[in-house]
């Protein structure tokens, strides 16, 4: 999600201005989305270049609320219903640092995987010690941490792969799998 889509439907539940629409955003994602305030105006001020939010009037505090024009709900819409395409959704760095690990001389795929797991189940554990100090109270934040965990989980089980294919087709070959064409080494 991109800060202009959290604050577009923010703004078609209902009229905000900026700073609340930080705190919203904020909260609304259990933290898991960081804006500062200038970032929230300077998107505003495109979305309302772009006719799908607009300025009203001041609040009792002097600051302009904005509201999600008609096109504005309808773009929240169409984004709302249009699944995010894991593939492409963004750079996946752990994944790139270890398939290169296996074609660049001066990386060792097991250091690397080795690296990625501790941290990543030093990750799992501040989770988990955050999970059982949190109340039910916040369940955006509480929603937040499951799909951390579950992501750190996943990310486990994927390094646990990478480092079993690599001894298969190390033993497989008797030889390095590194040695392998990419398309042996990828089955």
């Not at 074609?103 to 690397?112: R, S």
């Not at 010690?129 to 949190?134: I, K, M």
């Not at 990310?155 to 392998?180: C, Y």
Request: charged letters at 30%.
């Amino acid at each position: 999600m991109g800060v202009k889509e959290g604050l577009l439907a923010l703004l078609a539940d209902g009229p905000r201005h900026g700073y609340q629409l930080k705190l919203d955003l904020e909260a609304a994602t259990g933290a898991g989305v960081s804006v500062n305030v200038g970032q929230v105006y300077s998107t505003l001020q495109r979305l309302e270049r772009d006719g799908l939010v607009k300025a009203g009037d001041s609040d009792q505090e002097g600051r302009i609320v904005y509201e999600a024009t008609p096109s504005g709900r309808e773009e929240v819409a169409r984004w709302a219903t249009e699944p995010e395409d894991l593939a492409t959704a963004g750079r996946d760095e752990v994944s790139i640092k270890v398939l290169l690990s296996m074609f660049a001389d001066p990386l060792d795929p097991n250091t690397v995987i080795d690296a990625q797991r501790r941290a990543t189940m030093g990750l799992l554990q501040d989770l988990t010690r955050l999970r059982a100090r949190d109340g039910e109270e916040d369940l955006a934040w509480q929603l937040h941490l499951d799909r951390l965990m579950y992501s750190a989980e996943a990310e486990l089980k994927w390094l646990d792969r990478v480092e079993e294919r690599l001894q298969t087709t190390r033993a497989a070959r008797g030889a390095d799998p590194l040695e392998a064409p990419v398309e042996e080494v990828a089955r």
